[in-house]
């Protein structure tokens, strides 16, 4: 298989890159690697996650959440 360069990719029309994007992203996708989350990482998530089981209507939905996270992209 010939390696494509970035100069190879730039001389593509703008439809043939996002094809190319696409049949990138198909490749990994149908190929996942598990993410390893370090130590650290699990203790955060476990620690969040006991915290939600103590008390679960402390957290927020996640449309309130979505809702929160776009209003702030409009205000920055």
Do not use: C, F
């Not at 994007?21 to 198909?26: G, H, P, R, S, T």
């Not at 490749?27 to 990482?41: C, S, Y």
């Not at 915290?51 to 679960?56: G, V």
């Amino acid at each position: 298989m010939k390696q494509i360069t970035a100069t190879d990719a730039l001389a593509l029309s703008i439809p043939e890159r996002i094809q190319l994007v696409e049949d990138i992203w198909d490749t990994i996708a149908t190929e996942p690697e598990p993410i390893e989350l370090t130590e650290e990482e699990k203790r955060i998530i476990d620690a969040r996650l006991e915290a939600y089981h103590k008390n679960p209507e402390l957290g927020s939905p996640w449309e309130d959440v979505y809702k929160r996270i776009v209003s702030r992209q409009g205000n920055g």
